[in-house]
C-alpha cells in the first residue's frame, strides 16, 4: 500500500467513524468536521429521500443509528448515487448488527421502497410495446419496467399509523411496474395472478392466454378450464392496460 493510498483510507475511516480518529491538532479538526459533515448529510438526505416511509415509521433514534451504521460499516461498491438506494438494500439484507435493534420488516419495506426508482430510471434494450386498451395481443410477456416481488409483511401498509405488521404464512404478492404513462405504480395482486405472472418470466418463448391457461388448469385441477381461461382473461387485460404486460416481442 503506498503512503498516498494509506492517506486516503486514513481519511476515509476517519470520515465513516470520526469517534475512532483523533485529530492532530484543532486546524485538523475543524477541517475534518466538515468533510464528516458533509458525507453523512448527504448520504441520509439521499436516503430519507429514497425511502420516505422508513424514515417516517421509524423512531427518529433508531432511524440515526441506521443512517449510522450504513455509513460506518457498508463498503459501498458504485460511485453513483443512484446507486446508494440499492447498497442499502444490500446492506440490510447481510442482516447486520444493527438489525437488532429494528422491526422485523425493515428489509422488506426497503427492498420495496428501492423498487420505485429501480424501475423509474430502468432501461431496456428492446422497445416495450403496450397494448391498445380492450385489444388481447397474441402473445403476451412482463414488461421489462415491471418486476414481480412477495414479501412476508404487508409492506404496502406500513407507515407511521400501522407499524407493528405480522408476518404471514402466505406471501403477499406485488407488481411495480413503470406504465404508458411513464409513472411508477404499485398493484397488490393475489396469489393466483402471481403464479401466472411468474409463468409469463419462466417462459423463454411468447405465450398466449392460452398457453398459460393450459398450464393453470394442470395444476389447479379443482377449477374447470373456462374459469380459469375468464379470471385470467379478465387479469391479463387489466394488467396489460396498466402497463405492466406488454405485447410479445416477434
Not at 444493527?98 to 422488506?108: G, Y
Request: charged share 20%; aromatic share 10%; hydrophobic share 40%.
Amino acid at each position: 500500500m503506498t503512503e498516498l493510498t494509506q492517506l486516503q483510507q486514513q481519511l476515509a475511516n476517519a470520515i465513516r467513524t470520526p469517534e475512532k480518529y483523533e485529530p492532530a491538532n484543532s486546524d485538523e479538526k475543524r477541517r475534518l468536521a466538515v468533510y464528516q459533515s458533509l458525507f453523512r448529510n448527504n448520504i441520509e438526505n439521499f436516503l430519507e429521500n429514497g425511502f420516505p416511509v422508513i424514515h417516517q415509521t421509524l423512531p427518529a433514534d433508531l432511524w440515526k443509528l441506521l443512517v449510522s451504521a450504513f455509513f460506518a460499516e457498508h463498503p459501498c461498491r458504485s460511485p453513483y448515487f443512484a446507486d446508494i438506494g440499492k447498497e442499502f438494500v444490500e446492506y440490510l439484507s447481510t442482516a447486520p448488527d444493527i438489525i437488532a435493534n429494528m422491526p422485523l420488516w425493515l428489509p422488506e419495506l426497503a427492498h420495496y421502497e428501492w423498487l420505485e426508482l429501480d424501475i423509474s430510471i430502468r432501461k431496456t434494450n428492446e422497445p416495450v410495446c403496450f397494448a391498445e386498451n380492450g385489444l388481447l395481443p397474441d402473445s403476451i410477456t412482463v414488461s421489462p419496467l415491471a418486476s414481480l416481488v412477495s414479501y412476508e409483511y404487508p409492506v404496502h401498509l406500513i407507515g407511521p399509523d400501522f407499524q407493528s405488521p405480522e408476518a404471514s404464512d402466505q406471501r403477499h404478492y406485488y407488481m411495480v411496474f413503470r406504465g404508458r404513462d411513464h409513472n411508477v405504480e404499485f398493484a397488490v395482486i393475489n396469489p393466483l395472478t402471481a403464479r401466472l405472472v411468474h409463468l409469463l418470466e419462466l417462459s423463454t418463448a411468447a405465450l398466449s392466454l392460452d398457453d398459460v391457461v393450459s398450464t393453470l388448469a394442470d395444476e389447479l385441477p379443482a377449477f374447470t378450464y373456462t374459469q380459469l381461461h375468464q379470471g385470467a382473461a379478465a387479469t391479463v387485460q387489466d394488467l396489460l392496460n396498466k402497463g405492466a404486460l406488454i405485447s410479445a416481442y416477434p
